[in-house]
């Protein structure tokens, strides 16, 4: 009697759109579209469970309620960001953020 939903948000996992593109209204967007889609599914609207930054934009769904776990501002998840692309690295899995993104999670 239980689904699990755990979208690819645009940007990652089999996304076609390129990181560096987008925008953290389209991760807001994204994270709204899933909710209501699993609402429907369900026939009733979803308890949602956020990990670490992903608790910065689950409100953007509505949902009966909100587990969340290890929740992190987003100015740390920015700080890390930097420290990986200054160690030769880039910023999430070895895509660049767009500075939209970047600048949304600082703020």
């Given at each position: 009697?239980f689904?699990?939903?755990?979208?690819?948000?645009?940007?990652?996992?089999?996304?076609?759109?390129?990181?560096?593109?987008?925008?953290?209204?389209?991760?807001?967007?994204?994270v709204?579209?899933?909710?209501?889609?699993?609402?429907?599914?369900?026939?009733?609207?979803?308890?949602?469970?956020?990990?670490?930054?992903?608790?910065?934009?689950?409100?953007?769904?509505?949902?009966?309620?909100?587990?969340?776990?290890?929740?992190?501002?987003?100015?740390?998840?920015?700080?890390?960001?930097?420290?990986?692309a200054?160690?030769?690295?880039?910023?999430f899995?070895?895509?660049p953020?767009?500075?939209?993104?970047?600048?949304?999670l600082?703020?």
């Amino acid at each position: 009697g239980f689904d699990c939903w755990l979208p690819d948000l645009s940007g990652t996992g089999e996304s076609e759109h390129p990181l560096e593109q987008v925008t953290w209204d389209d991760w807001r967007h994204d994270v709204a579209a899933v909710g209501d889609a699993a609402a429907v599914a369900a026939g009733a609207l979803p308890l949602v469970v956020s990990l670490r930054g992903g608790v910065l934009i689950d409100d953007a769904c509505r949902a009966r309620g909100w587990w969340r776990f290890a929740p992190v501002k987003g100015a740390s998840l920015a700080r890390d960001m930097d420290r990986a692309a200054k160690a030769g690295g880039a910023e999430f899995g070895g895509y660049p953020a767009s500075p939209g993104l970047r600048a949304a999670l600082s703020a």
